[in-house]
Nanobody
């Protein structure tokens, strides 16, 4: 059974930092590209960062230079370090494996973790 458990979200002031973590189970983590998505009410879920099995990364233009994705294949975890946070980063953040098309691989989503950037 595929399962993703996200954590680390919080209320933070603009310019602040957060580190999100996702634990995956029920998948062969080490062979999959992994990613962080975010969802704002009324908008489609968007991919913000992805990391391949050998550590190559790519980012949405809106987060380049501010967010860093990393993974631990031994622990089946993927983290997202978020710096210089902006109010427009406010969203529920989810992880999932990522298809070559950059869409989510699995229909099963975790509960997500809420990030709120506000003064």
């Amino acid at each position: 059974q595929v399962q993703f458990v996200e954590s680390g979200g919080d209320l933070v002031q603009p310019g602040g930092s957060l580190r999100l973590s996702c634990a995956a189970s029920g998948i062969i983590f080490s062979i999959l590209r992994m990613g962080w998505y975010r969802k704002v009410p009324g908008k489609q879920r968007e991919l913000v960062a992805a990391i391949t099995i050998n550590g190559s990364t790519n980012y949405a233009d809106s987060v380049k230079g501010r967010f860093t994705i990393s993974r631990d294949n031994d622990e089946s975890t993927v983290d997202l370090q978020m710096n210089s946070l902006k109010p427009e980063d406010t969203a529920v953040y989810y992880c999932n494996a990522v298809r070559p098309t950059m869409g989510p691989r699995y229909d099963s989503w975790g509960q997500g973790t809420q990030v709120t950037v506000s003064s």
